[in-house]
């Protein structure tokens, strides 16, 4: 099994919202996580998932340089 990645939104940073994925490369979960994050208010928050290639779950919080990589440049 290949890794899947997934976006989860989080209303207030306490209701979560709808799964977003799955994704086949961290590239594409990022660029929907950066669409995503765009749309959302400052009190809302978003995480990442991958489910490893064993079907072990990951989650963890984007950096900001994934977030805003137009501040990169």
Do not use: N
């Amino acid at each position: 099994m290949k890794k899947k990645y997934y976006v989860i939104p989080v209303f207030g940073c306490v209701e979560p919202e709808t799964l977003i994925g799955p994704y086949k490369s961290y590239a594409s979960m990022v660029k929907k996580a950066q669409e995503v994050h765009a749309e959302q208010d400052e009190h809302d928050a978003i995480f990442w998932m991958v489910i490893d290639g064993r079907g072990r779950p990951a989650i963890g919080t984007f950096t900001e340089d994934e977030l805003y990589p137009e501040y990169l440049q």
